[in-house]
């Protein structure tokens, strides 16, 4: 059901899409509601007659609300963890930081209820005091993707409310489940009516209203650039704050005095974790000559020593792409490298015998030979497939790292000091990493990226407070 002005109700066109499991498509996890623009257009009328009461609920109010909300989940966390494995692919130890990360996040930001700094300040005339506080802006619309399913929308609704905003989320179609589930508990935890309202379904048209609707004062977008940019464009006539958190292309730089065993540990994960489908994908290694041959064999053999199937299995280390459609791109990207002269190095090919017969799995699949103007290493795939390039000196890899349209998260791996500072400064991203992957993010750091990644605004820590409120001095 849909989530509109505090009751659960079903969409206006009376039509559900089937939600199914990727590892196993005979696991018919539920029916849900294929909403229309009327259902959109409820949810944020709802929203907006809700924002009069909410934004007058005191802050700290309004966090202790939220404290309860991330208690809940911590409560569940192994049931929401095999949910969102079911729905969306990705393995049970990843499934259970994400929604952890729910957890950490909630409470965090719940606590910035207490903490709505403004500036008290000297004013330049006599008799005059001068300050400065946050006010919220009204109805935010919040549309997530899939791959983290209940970590990106805490990091999105929980500041929105925090702040005195009201909500219409837009999950992904691919994982209604998750975002169903996060909605029940800030019901649970007490959020009135009308504050938080949810519309499950694919396309413009839930879409268009939640981004063009006069009432909508924010929207908070999480995807592909190319869909971000639409999202941009819709929004501008009605000058709405948007913030975009979009696609990746990230590189990880290995140079000649690396720890080559930390640094394709780093490797493994950053490229083949969540099947490669994280906007922080370590998709593009960049390695100096002199260990470039010893990297790309120790690589090889970890790579074809990954147990793949079902995430549900405690053994398995990485599950299947979340769809047919998304398969199919890694798959049409694997005959890209092929003919564009990359020298297949493992994997390259689907998985579907046996065990794999119904779900949408494919090899770990490395290219080496890359040149950095191949699509390969210039266009986000979002699977399980990382291209290696070589490089002679440090400076060539910061050039190659660098020379790409997006801009989230780089990392080198280095035991010189200088070098590993002069990287820090030098790579244009948001995320940096030193003898780390690309992956991960701690929810008091602000998270998002440069170029075609964002449009500079930040989530998570205090930053997310400055996509959802505005200052009055």
């Not at 929401?80 to 499934?95: H, N, S």
């Not at 946050?134 to 500041?159: D, E, H, Y």
Request: hydrophobic letters at 40%.
């Amino acid at each position: 059901m849909n989530y509109i002005d505090g009751a659960w109700v079903p969409s206006s066109s009376g039509k559900t899409f089937e939600n199914r499991n990727p590892a196993n498509t005979d696991d018919l996890i539920g029916l849900f509601q294929k909403s229309t623009a009327e259902d959109a257009r409820r949810a944020v009328d709802a929203a907006a007659r809700a924002y009069d009461d909410w934004r007058l609920v005191p802050a700290p109010k309004r966090g202790e609300i939220l404290f309860r909300a991330a208690q809940i989940i911590a409560d569940r966390k192994e049931q929401f963890a095999r949910d969102m494995t079911r729905e969306m692919g990705k393995v049970l130890a990843e499934t259970r930081g994400d929604v952890q990360e729910a957890v950490d996040m909630s409470f965090f930001l719940a606590g910035e209820g207490r903490r709505l700094h403004g500036q008290t300040t000297p004013s330049e005339l006599r008799n005059k005091f001068a300050m400065s506080v946050r006010q919220p802006l009204g109805v935010c619309s919040i549309i997530t993707p899939w791959n983290f399913p209940m970590a990106i929308p805490s990091w999105k609704i929980i500041p929105a409310l925090v702040c005195g905003n009201t909500v219409v989320f837009k999950p992904a179609s691919q994982t209604p489940l998750s975002a169903v589930n996060f909605v029940k508990v800030l019901e649970e935890a007490g959020i009135p009516k009308g504050v938080v309202n949810m519309v499950t379904g694919d396309g413009d048209e839930v879409g268009t209203p939640l981004t063009t609707s006069e009432m909508v004062r924010v929207v908070s977008f999480t995807g592909s650039t190319k869909v971000g940019r639409i999202v941009n464009q819709a929004a501008a006539p009605t000058f709405k704050k948007v913030h975009l958190e979009m696609g990746g292309k990230n590189v990880i730089m290995i140079m000649d005095d690396a720890d080559l065993e930390l640094a394709v540990d780093g490797c493994l994960w950053g490229g083949f974790g969540t099947s490669g489908q994280r906007c922080t994908a370590a998709s593009r290694v960049v390695v100096h000559e002199k260990v470039h041959d010893r990297f790309v064999e120790m690589f090889v053999a970890r790579a074809r020593s990954l147990t793949i199937g079902d995430g549900l299995d405690e053994k398995i280390q990485m599950g299947p792409s979340n769809s047919e459609s998304q398969l199919k791109t890694v798959m049409s990207y694997v005959e890209i490298g092929k003919k564009e002269g990359a020298t297949l190095a493992c994997g390259g090919n689907r998985l579907e015998s046996g065990a794999y017969a119904k779900g949408y799995f494919h090899e770990p699949t490395i290219f080496t030979n890359v040149d950095p103007r191949m699509r390969i290493a210039q266009e986000e795939i979002f699977g399980p497939v990382v291209s290696v390039m070589k490089c002679r000196s440090f400076e060539e890899a910061v050039a190659l790292g660098n020379g790409v349209e997006y801009g989230l998260s780089a990392s080198i791996y280095t035991q010189d000091i200088n070098r590993a500072f002069a990287a820090m400064r030098d790579l244009y991203t948001g995320i940096f990493y030193i003898n780390a992957p690309t992956i991960g993010a701690e929810v008091h750091l602000p998270f998002g990226g440069t170029k075609d990644t964002g449009n500079g605004h930040r989530e998570a820590g205090v930053a997310a407070l400055e996509v959802f409120s505005e200052w009055k001095s």
